[in-house]
């Protein structure tokens, strides 16, 4: 639909998955099932890959295209309290790494790994949960959670000709949050 509406797919961003609770659950290692796992990896992997996919034909035919991608800072240090989740996110940070060395020199793709985000999808997080990062000597440099406008931000400088020769990389945009 969006190539007859536009005559052109320049840009694909895959807000993708969903946090640990919600859709599958989260909890100790030897407390997760095979489904929990597989469940993890359809909804932050799967559908990031079904969707990058359908779309890359069309990019490589016009010559140009980027594909950006959201991760979490998950992905990118063990969490024992959400393993499937930081696995499935880990992948995704590995799948777009692949994508950048396959569909290139056409198409871009690179991977944003988020940290905490204060949306009206998750308004009120849990006091435990905010405190991890806004709490005075905890992981976050900056002391608070991000917020949606910022990550867009990220995302339209990745998407935009100023980052024309990034491909394949992970960028942190977590407030300085180290696990």
């Not at 599958?24 to 969707?51: H, S």
């Amino acid at each position: 639909r969006t190539l007859s509406a536009f005559g052109t797919v320049d840009i694909l961003v895959n807000v993708v998955g969903g946090s640990w609770g919600e859709t599958f659950k989260a909890g100790p290692l030897m407390e997760l099932t095979e489904n929990d796992l597989i469940e993890a990896y359809r909804v932050n992997l799967v559908t990031m890959f079904q969707c990058s996919v359908a779309v890359v034909p069309v990019m490589k035919k016009q010559g140009k295209g980027s594909i950006i991608n959201i991760a979490s800072i998950a992905g990118r240090a063990p969490s024992p309290d959400s393993p499937a989740y930081g696995a499935a996110k880990a992948g995704v940070i590995n799948m777009t790494q692949s994508m950048a060395a396959s569909w290139g020199p056409e198409v871009r793709v690179n991977v944003i790994a988020v940290g905490g985000i204060e949306t009206p999808h998750r308004p009120r997080w849990s006091e435990s949960s905010a405190a991890m990062y806004t709490a005075p000597g905890t992981s976050s440099a900056l002391g608070r959670l991000g917020t949606p406008e910022e990550h867009a931000g990220t995302v339209v400088w990745l998407a935009s000709d100023y980052a024309g020769y990034i491909t394949g990389e992970c960028i942190d945009a977590n407030g300085g949050t180290r696990r």
